[in-house]
C-alpha cells in the first residue's frame, strides 16, 4: 500500500513537472550583448560578469541588454540571472521595458522587500532575481525588450548567467534554475493532495458509524496518515533544498498527520470500549 501511495506521488510530481514546463529561448553573454551607449559605467568582467556602476549624488538608468524580436509569447515570460551589489544608496532595482508593434510599453520592477523579486539597496552576495511579465491575449507578442539597472546613486551591480525564458504557465514565472518545487506543483499537491485525504476522512467517517467497519475504516486512515507522511517528508525535503513553496507539502502533510492521527487514536479507543462492552455483555 505504502509502494502505491509513493507511485502516486510520483505520478503527480510529473505531471506537475510537464504542466509547468518552461522554455530558455535565450542565454546572454555580455561580451556580445552589452549597450554600447553604456561604456562609460558599465565593465565586462573576466568571469564573464557585468558591473554597473552608480554616480554619487546623481540618479542613473544604464541599459544593459536590447532584446530586438525576442520570440516570446503568452502567457508569460521573464528575463532572470544572478545578481549581487554593494554600497547601493537607497533603494535601486532592476527594471525590464517590454515593447509592442503599437507603441505600448510596460515596465516591470525588482521593488519587492525580499524573495526573486527583491530591490537592490545596501550590499548583497549573489542572489537569483527574475524579472517577470504577464502577457494578456489581445496584447500580441511584445517587439522589444530592454533591461535597465536603475540607481538612486553611488553603488555597484553585478549581473551574470542572464537568460530570457517564456512559461506555460503565468503561476510559474518567478520560477528559478535549480526550483524543482514551482507553484504550479504545489498548487497540484495542495489541490490533489487535500481532496485524497479528505476523501479518505470522508469514507472512513462513513465506514466507522458502523462496528463491522470500524476496522476497515481504521485500515482506510492509516493509508491517510501514510500518504500525509509523505507529503511532510517532500515538505521537509523542498524545505532544506531552498525551495519556495515547501511551506505548501509542509504545511499540508503536517496538519494532515496530526489530524489523521487523533482521529485513529479516537477511533482504536472506541473500538477498544465497544469490544470490552460486548465482552462485558457475554461475561453477564
Given at each position: 500500500?505504502?509502494?502505491?501511495?509513493?507511485?502516486?506521488?510520483?505520478?503527480?510530481?510529473?505531471?506537475?513537472?510537464?504542466?509547468?514546463?518552461?522554455?530558455?529561448?535565450?542565454?546572454?553573454?555580455?561580451?556580445?550583448?552589452?549597450?554600447?551607449?553604456?561604456?562609460?559605467?558599465?565593465?565586462?568582467?573576466?568571469?564573464?560578469?557585468?558591473?554597473?556602476?552608480?554616480?554619487?549624488?546623481e540618479a542613473?538608468?544604464?541599459?544593459?541588454?536590447?532584446?530586438?524580436?525576442?520570440?516570446?509569447?503568452?502567457?508569460?515570460?521573464?528575463?532572470?540571472?544572478?545578481?549581487?551589489?554593494?554600497?547601493?544608496?537607497?533603494?535601486?532595482?532592476?527594471?525590464?521595458?517590454?515593447?509592442?508593434?503599437?507603441?505600448?510599453?510596460?515596465?516591470?520592477?525588482?521593488?519587492?522587500?525580499?524573495?526573486?523579486?527583491?530591490?537592490?539597496?545596501?550590499?548583497?552576495?549573489?542572489?537569483?532575481?527574475?524579472?517577470?511579465?504577464?502577457?494578456?491575449?489581445?496584447?500580441?507578442?511584445?517587439?522589444?525588450?530592454?533591461?535597465?539597472?536603475?540607481?538612486?546613486?553611488?553603488?555597484?551591480?553585478?549581473?551574470?548567467?542572464?537568460?530570457?525564458?517564456?512559461?506555460?504557465?503565468?503561476?510559474?514565472?518567478?520560477?528559478?534554475?535549480?526550483?524543482?518545487?514551482?507553484?504550479?506543483?504545489?498548487?497540484?499537491?495542495?489541490?490533489?493532495?487535500?481532496?485524497?485525504?479528505?476523501?479518505?476522512?470522508?469514507?472512513?467517517?462513513?465506514?466507522?458509524?458502523?462496528?463491522?467497519?470500524?476496522?476497515a475504516a481504521?485500515?482506510?486512515?492509516?493509508?491517510?496518515?501514510?500518504?500525509?507522511?509523505?507529503?511532510?517528508?517532500?515538505?521537509?525535503?523542498?524545505?532544506?533544498?531552498?525551495?519556495?513553496y515547501s511551506?505548501?507539502?509542509?504545511?499540508?502533510?503536517?496538519?494532515?498527520?496530526?489530524?489523521?492521527?487523533?482521529?485513529?487514536?479516537?477511533?482504536?479507543?472506541?473500538?477498544?470500549?465497544?469490544?470490552?462492552?460486548?465482552?462485558?455483555?457475554?461475561?453477564?
Amino acid at each position: 500500500m505504502k509502494t502505491r501511495i509513493l507511485a502516486l506521488a510520483t505520478v503527480l510530481a510529473l505531471t506537475a513537472a510537464v504542466a509547468s514546463a518552461e522554455e530558455v529561448v535565450r542565454v546572454f553573454d555580455w561580451t556580445d550583448e552589452v549597450n554600447e551607449a553604456a561604456a562609460e559605467n558599465v565593465t565586462v568582467e573576466p568571469d564573464g560578469s557585468l558591473t554597473v556602476r552608480g554616480t554619487d549624488g546623481e540618479a542613473t538608468t544604464t541599459t544593459v541588454l536590447v532584446i530586438e524580436e525576442p520570440g516570446v509569447g503568452g502567457p508569460a515570460y521573464a528575463v532572470r540571472g544572478r545578481v549581487c551589489y554593494e554600497g547601493v544608496m537607497g533603494q535601486g532595482y532592476l527594471q525590464m521595458t517590454s515593447r509592442f508593434p503599437d507603441g505600448g510599453a510596460y515596465f516591470s520592477r525588482t521593488l519587492s522587500d525580499s524573495g526573486a523579486l527583491a530591490a537592490l539597496e545596501g550590499s548583497s552576495g549573489w542572489r537569483d532575481f527574475v524579472i517577470p511579465f504577464m502577457l494578456e491575449r489581445e496584447s500580441g507578442r511584445p517587439s522589444k525588450l530592454e533591461l535597465d539597472v536603475v540607481l538612486p546613486g553611488p553603488g555597484t551591480v553585478r549581473l551574470a548567467h542572464v537568460e530570457l525564458v517564456q512559461h506555460a504557465s503565468q503561476a510559474d514565472v518567478l520560477s528559478v534554475p535549480g526550483q524543482w518545487l514551482s507553484a504550479g506543483t504545489a498548487t497540484l499537491i495542495g489541490t490533489w493532495g487535500g481532496a485524497i485525504l479528505g476523501i479518505m476522512g470522508g469514507l472512513a467517517g462513513m465506514l466507522s458509524g458502523t462496528f463491522r467497519k470500524q476496522r476497515a475504516a481504521q485500515c482506510l486512515l492509516l493509508v491517510a496518515l501514510a500518504a500525509a507522511i509523505c507529503l511532510l517528508v517532500l515538505g521537509l525535503v523542498a524545505l532544506i533544498a531552498g525551495q519556495a513553496y515547501s511551506y505548501v507539502p509542509l504545511l499540508l502533510g503536517g496538519m494532515g498527520s496530526a489530524v489523521v492521527t487523533t482521529v485513529i487514536f479516537m477511533l482504536r479507543r472506541r473500538i477498544s470500549q465497544q469490544e470490552l462492552r460486548q465482552m462485558q455483555a457475554q461475561d453477564a
